[in-house]
């Protein structure tokens, strides 16, 4: 970044890195610099506050992957799905979360234009930027989209590309974590050079990243175990651990019966020497049942039913938690990644107005997940005599048989089987864990493929007094991403119940009592699962940027173009997997569908006074989009931004920014495959109503969407407690819209030079919302007859009946579609500082002076709402300082970190604190918030709140010559251990904002020829 470039962005308001370049004085010429959040060139402010990261920041931190560095920004919040603890399936993706709306809620870009995507929910991954050619990052949080178009919510990050390179540099990094010492190595290799005179340049690089894998039971003394909240034993507790578990007296409390709240080993019921229940407990009215029972050891049976000893020859009643399955062990922390990645950058002067540039990228990831061993806990058919049964366990079945009654239809998977009374066959719940098969494995291989090439042209002036200095800039980009995902060692349900039933005389293949699984077994009812996922995206632009007219203030600058984009994306699931028939993995649906749009768009920046007493500078900003999308939910929209930057004196300035963007709705938002589900729910119009709701309006209601009048209220409308509804994409969405605010202050005084300061309010809100329906099938249903109470209602017109009864089933289900259905907001202030001063001394044998520089950026969440369903605003969630379930990542009040660095001579030595504040549980956070009558005791919630942490990493750099530098350091140097909970989504933390690494040392080396 050139010194020119860093005084620009101190007028900007920005967190710059320690860098060993001085800030120039404020007197100092500058030049004009492109900046994100706008388009037009300038020397004063950008339109929005940006955050500019140097390539020095990212080498500093020990980061090899990009994603790692961006969620520590106090801006963003930790993205689980999309970081390297996800562990999940579908997953090995990294991601951006910027103020907690969500990655498909901010724009990535790359050199200002738009990036690959990896799938229909069109997001970049991360993992296709090589960080080690970063030049900086620029982001902005805010509404863009009058700048950048869709996506651009809550802001743009922007990768501006080392793309002028003449040599070759190599550069190889080692990354150690203290635990365990599972090694991550990164290896660059850059080469370029000029031809033609010096009139092109081209840069081709290389990157090799091998990232070792990291289980839960390799961080055992946190993650090891499966925690869930619990009474315990006083004092058996630790706040790494699960304590012994406590019952109090009858009647009482855990704390007033002598126990006090704490963790306790959890897991799952499915258990590898098996869980068979659904059954009827010991003591009923089934006196030949009971009998068998008492035979076979059963004679305390409960609800969690039975287990077996390893050999299958001894049944007892099955316990909780000691029987439990720990799925912790087996799970990834750290999940491995392999990358290659090819890079090439090149630009050609045609003559001294026309330039021509190309940009081409290539990268495979390889990213694996691993979860614990399949489960399959699903209601079974075995035969009575099965012959791995002992006889007193054989007639505990025939009785379970001759206790049916009717005729039951049991489904696995792909097959369906009916057994009645007396037919030799018991049905059973059969939980097991198939340890035998082996963890469950997810390997994503993802190739991406993207093309730029432009052109730009300096048109000249018309004139001196109107369009003068005017570029002309166009490009077009092309972008693939083929993602296959391999899944292992599921498990088919339809071979499952097949292998579990004698054929003839033959004995059933597998034997799932006890500890008695054969490989023939394992053959038989092991499956793998392909699926495949290809995404592209196109965009061309062409634009013209310039002076359109001097005032007495200065030029007004304009910018000015149109901009076309095609995305398209396919989901191929497995067959096995989309027919359900698979368990270990979740099923998923066919998706396809494409989406484009036209734009064209425009930005003004006006001089309104300039050199005037307490007016050193005043400019108005002001943006347009108007888009055309393809998409009939849509069809045309505006954008727009405009904003004043009032620069009082060189030592003040202040900002403001009003802002509407816009998010058109994603190829899984409105193409993704409908899947039924069956869930219990009340129909309103039934009798399983509550008396209460069934008034003279609901009554209308029910007859205006289609209950036969004779049947509202009563039986006939609702025979069963589940019925079953239609969920997955919807093509008629309309475009989310949101509305930004920002309003700042920087302060750069000349009585304290080196100094810069900035504190920025924003406040973003969102609405429309995409989202399933209502928020779910009953709360359609109550929208519609409870509350909105119009049959026109999109509420009313989801819910499909039976003309001649009015049910709602099978082929006339609820239709809950994706919609635009709530409400996110956000407000809060940012703080960034920069001090560079010099020093009188220095470090023995280097110099006998040195210098400091202390940057720091700071966020206070002042509000995060988010209003499930915009139909009830009454039903807000206030997130702000909490965490859990509903709030999902620690959103603490204050969010922030610190650098401090040391530059003597060739040697720079920097200390950096990163601070996460407090946050309390939102199963108390939320409710309170409400005024919910039915709010917890916060000391009736076992650990209700997580400490602040403080982390502090310590770094080196030093230039051996202008050839070889060496660089290292070791991040949570005092080894921070990540505060445990119950709430958080894997590992007993919440791994994407704590460190759940240790110490991590890092150690690298830059080599240039």
Same mark, same amino acid.
Request: aromatic letters at 10%.
């Given at each position: 970044?050139?010194?020119?470039?860093?005084?620009?962005?101190?007028?900007?308001?920005?967190?710059?890195?320690?860098?060993?370049?001085?800030?120039?004085?404020?007197?100092?010429?500058?030049?004009?610099?492109?900046?994100?959040?706008?388009?037009?060139?300038?020397?004063?402010?950008?339109?929005?506050?940006?955050?500019?990261?140097?390539?020095?920041?990212?080498?500093?931190?020990?980061?090899?992957?990009?994603?790692?560095?961006?969620?520590?920004?106090?801006?963003?919040?930790?993205?689980?799905?999309?970081?390297?603890?996800?562990?999940?399936?579908?997953?090995?993706?990294?991601?951006?979360?910027?103020?907690?709306?969500?990655?498909?809620?901010?724009?990535?870009?790359?050199?200002?234009?738009?990036?690959?995507?990896?799938?229909?929910?069109?997001?970049?991954?991360?993992?296709?930027?090589?960080?080690?050619?970063?030049?900086?990052?620029?982001?902005?949080?805010?509404?863009?989209?009058?700048?950048?178009?869709?996506?651009?919510?809550?802001?743009?990050?922007?990768?501006?590309?080392?793309?002028?390179?003449?040599?070759?540099?190599?550069?190889?990094?080692?990354?150690?974590?203290?635990?365990?010492?599972?090694?991550?190595?990164?290896?660059?290799?850059?080469?370029?050079?000029?031809?033609?005179?010096?009139?092109?340049?081209?840069?081709?690089?290389?990157?090799?990243?091998?990232?070792?894998?990291?289980?839960?039971?390799?961080?055992?003394?946190?993650?090891?175990?499966?925690?869930?909240?619990?009474?315990?034993?006083?004092?058996?507790?630790?706040?790494?651990?699960?304590?012994?578990?406590?019952?109090?007296?009858?009647?009482?409390?855990?704390?007033?019966?002598?126990?006090?709240?704490?963790?306790?080993?959890?897991?799952?019921?499915?258990?590898?020497?098996?869980?068979?229940?659904?059954?009827?407990?010991?003591?009923?009215?089934?006196?030949?049942?009971?009998?068998?029972?008492?035979?076979?050891?059963?004679?305390?049976?409960?609800?969690?039913?039975?287990?077996?000893?390893?050999?299958?020859?001894?049944?007892?009643?099955?316990?909780?938690?000691?029987?439990?399955?720990?799925?912790?062990?087996?799970?990834?922390?750290?999940?491995?990644?392999?990358?290659?990645?090819?890079?090439?950058?090149?630009?050609?002067?045609?003559?001294?107005?026309?330039?021509?540039?190309?940009?081409?990228?290539?990268?495979?990831?390889?990213?694996?997940?691993?979860?614990?061993?399949?489960?399959?806990?699903?209601?079974?058919?075995?035969?009575?005599?099965?012959?791995?049964?002992?006889?007193?366990?054989?007639?505990?079945?025939?009785?379970?048989?001759?206790?049916?009654?009717?005729?039951?239809?049991?489904?696995?998977?792909?097959?369906?089987?009916?057994?009645?009374?007396?037919?030799?066959?018991?049905?059973?719940?059969?939980?097991?864990?198939?340890?035998?098969?082996?963890?469950?494995?997810?390997?994503?291989?993802?190739?991406?493929?993207?093309?730029?090439?432009?052109?730009?042209?300096?048109?000249?002036?018309?004139?001196?007094?109107?369009?003068?200095?005017?570029?002309?800039?166009?490009?077009?980009?092309?972008?693939?991403?083929?993602?296959?995902?391999?899944?292992?060692?599921?498990?088919?349900?339809?071979?499952?119940?097949?292998?579990?039933?004698?054929?003839?005389?033959?004995?059933?293949?597998?034997?799932?009592?006890?500890?008695?699984?054969?490989?023939?077994?394992?053959?038989?009812?092991?499956?793998?699962?392909?699926?495949?996922?290809?995404?592209?995206?196109?965009?061309?632009?062409?634009?013209?940027?310039?002076?359109?007219?001097?005032?007495?203030?200065?030029?007004?600058?304009?910018?000015?173009?149109?901009?076309?984009?095609?995305?398209?994306?396919?989901?191929?699931?497995d067959s096995f997997l989309a027919s359900g028939d698979v368990a270990g993995f979740n099923p998923g649906l066919p998706t396809r569908g494409s989406t484009s749009v036209k734009e064209v768009f425009g930005e003004l920046n006006i001089p309104l006074l300039r050199d005037l007493p307490m007016v050193d500078a005043l400019e108005a900003n002001g943006a347009f989009r108007y888009s055309d999308y393809s998409l009939s939910g849509i069809g045309s929209v505006w954008t727009y931004s405009g904003?004043?930057?009032?620069?009082?004196?060189?030592?003040?300035?202040?900002?403001?920014?009003?802002?509407?963007?816009?998010?058109?709705?994603?190829?899984?938002?409105?193409?993704?495959?409908?899947?039924?589900?069956?869930?219990?729910?009340?129909?309103?119009?039934?009798?399983?109503?509550?008396?209460?709701?069934?008034?003279?309006?609901?009554?209308?209601?029910?007859?205006?969407?289609?209950?036969?009048?004779?049947?509202?209220?009563?039986?006939?409308?609702?025979?069963?407690?589940? #019925?079953? &509804? %239609? +969920? /997955?994409?919807?093509?008629?969405?309309?475009?989310?819209?949101? =509305?930004?605010? !920002?309003?700042? *202050?920087?302060?750069?005084?000349?009585?304290?030079?080196?100094?810069?300061?900035?504190?920025?309010?924003?406040?973003?809100?969102?609405?429309?919302?995409?989202?399933?329906?209502?928020?779910?099938?009953?709360?359609?249903?109550?929208?519609?007859?409870?509350?909105?109470?119009?049959?026109?209602?999109?509420?009313?017109?989801?819910?499909?009946?039976?003309?001649?009864?009015?049910?709602?089933?099978?082929?006339?289900?609820?239709?809950?579609?994706?919609?635009?259905?709530?409400?996110?907001?956000?407000?809060?202030?940012?703080?960034?500082?920069?001090?560079? #001063?010099? &020093? %009188? +001394? /220095?470090?023995?044998?280097?110099?006998?002076?040195?210098?400091? =520089?202390?940057? !720091?950026?700071? *966020?206070?969440?002042?509000?995060?709402?988010?209003?499930?369903?915009?139909?009830?605003?009454?039903?807000?969630?206030?997130?702000?300082?909490?965490?859990?379930?509903?709030?999902?990542?620690?959103?603490?009040?204050?969010?922030?970190?610190?650098?401090?660095?040391?530059?003597?001579?060739?040697?720079?030595?920097?200390?950096?604190?990163?601070?996460?504040?407090?946050?309390?549980?939102?199963?108390?956070?939320?409710?309170?918030?409400?005024g919910s009558a039915a709010t917890p005791a916060l000391d009736s919630i076992a650990y209700p709140t997580l400490a602040a942490q403080n982390y502090f990493d310590v770094s080196f750099n030093y230039d051996f010559s202008d050839s070889l530098q060496v660089f290292g350091g070791v991040n949570n140097a005092f080894n921070n251990r990540p505060p445990i909970t119950t709430q958080g989504p894997n590992s007993n933390t919440f791994s994407a904002t704590y460190d759940v690494l240790g110490p991590?040392?890092?150690?690298?080396?830059?080599?240039?020829?």
């Amino acid at each position: 970044m050139s010194g020119t470039a860093i005084a620009a962005a101190a007028f900007v308001g920005v967190a710059l890195p320690a860098l060993a370049q001085s800030t120039p004085a404020s007197n100092d010429v500058l030049e004009e610099v492109v900046v994100t959040g706008s388009r037009i060139p300038r020397a004063f402010s950008a339109p929005t506050p940006v955050n500019v990261v140097g390539a020095e920041e990212v080498k500093l931190s020990g980061n090899v992957n990009i994603e790692k560095m961006l969620a520590q920004l106090p801006q963003a919040v930790a993205s689980q799905l999309g970081s390297a603890t996800s562990n999940t399936v579908p997953g090995g993706f990294a991601d951006v979360n910027l103020r907690g709306f969500g990655a498909t809620r901010n724009l990535v870009l790359v050199n200002g234009r738009r990036f690959a995507i990896y799938g229909p929910e069109q997001v970049t991954d991360l993992n296709t930027i090589p960080s080690t050619l970063i030049a900086r990052t620029e982001i902005v949080t805010g509404g863009s989209s009058a700048v950048y178009g869709s996506d651009a919510i809550t802001g743009v990050v922007n990768f501006i590309m080392r793309d002028d390179f003449e040599g070759v540099e190599a550069r190889a990094q080692i990354n150690l974590d203290q635990p365990t010492t599972t090694p991550t190595y990164n290896v660059d290799i850059t080469a370029g050079g000029n031809f033609a005179n010096g009139r092109g340049n081209v840069v081709v690089a290389g990157n090799f990243l091998d990232r070792g894998a990291i289980t839960r039971g390799d961080r055992g003394s946190f993650a090891y175990d499966s925690l869930s909240d619990g009474c315990v034993v006083k004092g058996s507790g630790s706040a790494n651990g699960a304590g012994t578990p406590f019952t109090p007296p009858a009647g009482q409390g855990c704390v007033a019966g002598g126990g006090e709240l704490g963790f306790i080993r959890g897991g799952s019921g499915d258990i590898p020497n098996g869980r068979f229940s659904g059954i009827p407990s010991f003591g009923g009215s089934n006196a030949a049942l009971n009998a068998a029972y008492t035979a076979a050891g059963l004679g305390s049976l409960g609800s969690r039913g039975f287990t077996f000893n390893d050999g299958g020859t001894t049944a007892r009643p099955a316990i909780t938690p000691q029987d439990d399955f720990n799925l912790g062990p087996d799970n990834y922390l750290i999940q491995p990644q392999r990358r290659v990645m090819l890079n090439s950058f090149g630009h050609y002067d045609f003559t001294d107005k026309i330039r021509g540039f190309m940009e081409l990228h290539y990268s495979n990831n390889v990213v694996d997940a691993r979860l614990a061993p399949t489960n399959v806990g699903a209601p079974t058919l075995f035969n009575v005599n099965n012959p791995y049964l002992s006889p007193a366990m054989q007639e505990v079945f025939r009785q379970l048989d001759l206790a049916e009654t009717g005729t039951t239809t049991v489904t696995s998977g792909t097959a369906t089987r009916t057994t009645t009374r007396g037919d030799g066959l018991a049905l059973v719940t059969a939980g097991r864990r198939y340890v035998e098969v082996g963890p469950r494995r997810a390997t994503e291989r993802r190739n991406t493929y993207r093309g730029a090439w432009g052109f730009d042209w300096d048109l000249g002036s018309a004139s001196e007094d109107f369009l003068s200095d005017l570029n002309f800039n166009t490009y077009y980009t092309y972008a693939r991403t083929e993602n296959t995902l391999l899944l292992q060692n599921a498990i088919s349900r339809s071979r499952l119940q097949a292998s579990l039933l004698s054929n003839g005389s033959t004995a059933p293949v597998c034997n799932i009592f006890g500890a008695n699984i054969s490989a023939a077994c394992r053959t038989a009812i092991a499956i793998n699962a392909t699926n495949s996922t290809v995404a592209t995206q196109q965009t061309a632009q062409a634009s013209v940027t310039g002076k359109l007219f001097p005032v007495p203030a200065g030029d007004v600058g304009f910018s000015t173009g149109v901009e076309w984009r095609d995305t398209s994306a396919t989901f191929t699931p497995d067959s096995f997997l989309a027919s359900g028939d698979v368990a270990g993995f979740n099923p998923g649906l066919p998706t396809r569908g494409s989406t484009s749009v036209k734009e064209v768009f425009g930005e003004l920046n006006i001089p309104l006074l300039r050199d005037l007493p307490m007016v050193d500078a005043l400019e108005a900003n002001g943006a347009f989009r108007y888009s055309d999308y393809s998409l009939s939910g849509i069809g045309s929209v505006w954008t727009y931004s405009g904003g004043l930057d009032y620069r009082a004196t060189s030592d003040i300035a202040f900002r403001g920014q009003y802002q509407r963007a816009i998010r058109a709705p994603n190829v899984n938002e409105l193409f993704g495959g409908i899947n039924r589900v069956v869930s219990v729910a009340t129909d309103p119009c039934s009798s399983r109503a509550p008396a209460a709701q069934q008034t003279a309006a609901v009554r209308a209601i029910c007859a205006a969407t289609g209950v036969p009048t004779a049947n509202i209220f009563t039986a006939a409308v609702q025979p069963n407690t589940i #019925f079953g &509804a %239609d +969920f /997955g994409g919807n093509p008629n969405l309309r475009e989310e819209r949101s =509305d930004t605010y !920002t309003f700042g *202050t920087i302060l750069t005084p000349e009585f304290v030079p080196g100094l810069n300061l900035s504190v920025d309010y924003f406040k973003i809100k969102l609405d429309g919302a995409i989202s399933a329906l209502g928020g779910g099938l009953q709360n359609t249903l109550n929208l519609c007859y409870n509350v909105i109470q119009d049959a026109g209602s999109e509420f009313c017109r989801a819910i499909n009946r039976n003309p001649t009864t009015g049910e709602i089933n099978d082929p006339y289900v609820a239709k809950i579609l994706n919609a635009n259905t709530g409400r996110l907001q956000t407000s809060g202030i940012d703080l960034a500082a920069r001090y560079s #001063f010099a &020093a %009188d +001394f /220095g470090f023995p044998g280097l110099s006998d002076v040195s210098s400091f =520089d202390i940057s !720091t950026s700071y *966020t206070f969440l002042d509000d995060f709402t988010s209003t499930p369903v915009a139909a009830f605003p009454n039903i807000q969630n206030h997130c702000e300082g909490s965490f859990g379930p509903t709030c999902g990542q620690p959103l603490p009040v204050w969010r922030g970190s610190t650098r401090v660095s040391w530059n003597v001579d060739a040697l720079q030595l920097s200390v950096r604190h990163r601070y996460v504040g407090k946050v309390t549980t939102d199963r108390y956070i939320v409710p309170k918030r409400q005024g919910s009558a039915a709010t917890p005791a916060l000391d009736s919630i076992a650990y209700p709140t997580l400490a602040a942490q403080n982390y502090f990493d310590v770094s080196f750099n030093y230039d051996f010559s202008d050839s070889l530098q060496v660089f290292g350091g070791v991040n949570n140097a005092f080894n921070n251990r990540p505060p445990i909970t119950t709430q958080g989504p894997n590992s007993n933390t919440f791994s994407a904002t704590y460190d759940v690494l240790g110490p991590e040392f890092f150690l690298g080396a830059t080599v240039k020829f």
